[in-house]
């Protein structure tokens, strides 16, 4: 049978086309950034979504400017394709509540209630949805995981169409009185509205059964070494104590050995960017603390 050479020709360029393509995700994501983790996520209707995990922040991975996160002003929802495209969850510390999640514009997030987990249900429509802005994110989107587990997030198939990110699987929000990055004005609001924790819970703690968190205290480490070298090598420098702890030779540690949760922060007198970590870290580079860490918070 004759097939003509030209249609071999273009069948070749096609594929060729579509491999450049998958090269290249045709996201907006740069070529350096980390290859994605994809994961279904249950829609909260016995479907699945497929969502792109990607470890660290925007940033980090090289997020298109005016995208995701970046593209909602203060209080307002993410309407457009361009607002949905991605999404930022960070370990933080906002105004009194430690730790707490924030977006990758650095604005507090909440969880409601009147919202349940199991199963994942939003309550908050309507006029409440315009007050408490729905973190949402698009089918097939990106959540970039900074400092809060893969195996704690997900995502719920709203009323209106939309998937709304869930922490611990209840769905969380931002407050439209929150007017920039460490505002916390949405906590305590109607005594239904908390700060949401990377696992789930309430910053600040809530109803009984939800205990407080924030400076850790069962489980918290009274002492850690910091080590110049990967893997625990000297020279080293160990603290004691309870409270804020200054470190004395500052930004130097590439590791840490301790038996129990601690803060580690990238200035003196605990400011500045912030980690809680757990035991011991043999590579800081991992968290991205490499030769940052200036101060710990113990006890």
Do not use: H
């Not at 457009?80 to 924030?102: E, I, R």
């Not at 309870?242 to 930004?251: A, F």
């Amino acid at each position: 049978m004759f097939i003509d050479k030209r249609f071999g020709m273009i069948a070749s360029a096609a594929a060729a086309g579509a491999l450049l393509l998958t090269a290249c995700n045709g996201d907006g994501y740069g070529t350096d950034a980390a290859a994605p983790s994809t994961a279904a996520s249950a829609d909260g209707q016995g479907r699945t979504q497929s969502l792109d995990f990607l470890s660290g922040t925007a940033q980090q991975n090289k997020a298109r400017a005016g995208t995701g996160d970046w593209a909602n002003g203060p209080g307002r929802p993410a309407a457009t394709p361009v607002a949905k495209k991605w999404v930022q969850l960070s370990a933080a510390t906002a105004g009194d509540l430690n730790p707490v999640v924030v977006n990758g514009a650095g604005f507090t997030l909440y969880r409601f209630d009147k919202d349940t987990a199991n199963p994942s249900k939003a309550d908050c429509n309507g006029e409440c949805a315009t007050t408490w802005p729905p973190v949402v994110v698009a089918p097939g989107g990106k959540i970039f995981i900074d400092g809060v587990k893969k195996s704690d997030v997900g995502v719920v198939k709203r009323d209106d169409g939309n998937l709304q990110v869930t922490i611990g699987g209840w769905p969380v929000y931002r407050f439209s009185k929150d007017l920039k990055p460490g505002d916390t004005n949405g906590q305590g609001v109607g005594g239904t509205w908390f700060g949401v924790t990377p696992d789930g819970r309430k910053a600040g703690g809530g109803r009984a059964g939800e205990p407080a968190t924030g400076t850790p205290a069962q489980g918290a480490a009274t002492s850690v070494t910091l080590s110049d070298e990967k893997n625990f090598g000297d020279p080293s420098e160990g603290l004691a104590g309870s409270g804020c702890q200054n470190v004395v030779r500052d930004d130097l540690a590439s590791s840490l050995q301790a038996s129990g949760s601690l803060k580690i922060w990238s200035e003196k007198d605990c400011k500045g960017r912030s980690k809680v970590v757990n035991g011991n870290v043999a590579d800081l580079s991992a968290i991205g603390f490499d030769n940052t860490v200036s101060s710990v918070f113990l006890g």
